[in-house]
């Protein structure tokens, strides 16, 4: 199983921000897809969740600013993030739900 996660950066409170996640060596369409996020000093959280037929669930923390996607076309999963804050800054992973795998992540920093 490979993650690969891109679209993190630097960004203005208040920004948007997408990230997008290419998987390879599962069959995508079949699994749930989860977004987490750890922050410096912090433990990994979940932050967004579609299910295979494509029903979100979201953290409280970031329901109604971040909304996340998928195109089974691509095996790609996405986190649409708006209204960003500080505290949103950490490294967002992409994971399906049935592995314990993890890519090397993308670094989002919220400046203030």
């Known amino acids: 199983v490979q993650l690969q996660a891109s679209g993190g950066g630097l960004v203005q409170a208040g920004g948007s921000l997408r990230l997008s996640c290419v998987t390879s060596?599962?069959?995508?369409?079949?699994?749930?897809m989860d977004w987490y996020r750890q922050a410096p000093g912090k433990e990994r959280e979940l932050v967004a969740t579609?299910?295979?037929?494509?029903?979100?669930t979201y953290a409280r923390s970031v329901k109604g600013r971040f909304s996340i996607s998928r195109d089974n076309t691509k095996r790609t999963v996405y986190l649409q993030m708006n209204s960003l804050k500080p505290e949103d800054t950490a490294v967002y992973y992409c994971?399906?739900?049935?592995?314990?795998?993890w890519g090397q992540g993308t670094l989002v920093t919220v400046s203030s």
């Open positions: 579609i299910t295979q037929m494509d029903i979100p």
């Open positions: 060596g599962i069959t995508f369409s079949g699994n749930t």
């Open positions: 994971t399906p739900r049935r592995y314990s795998v």
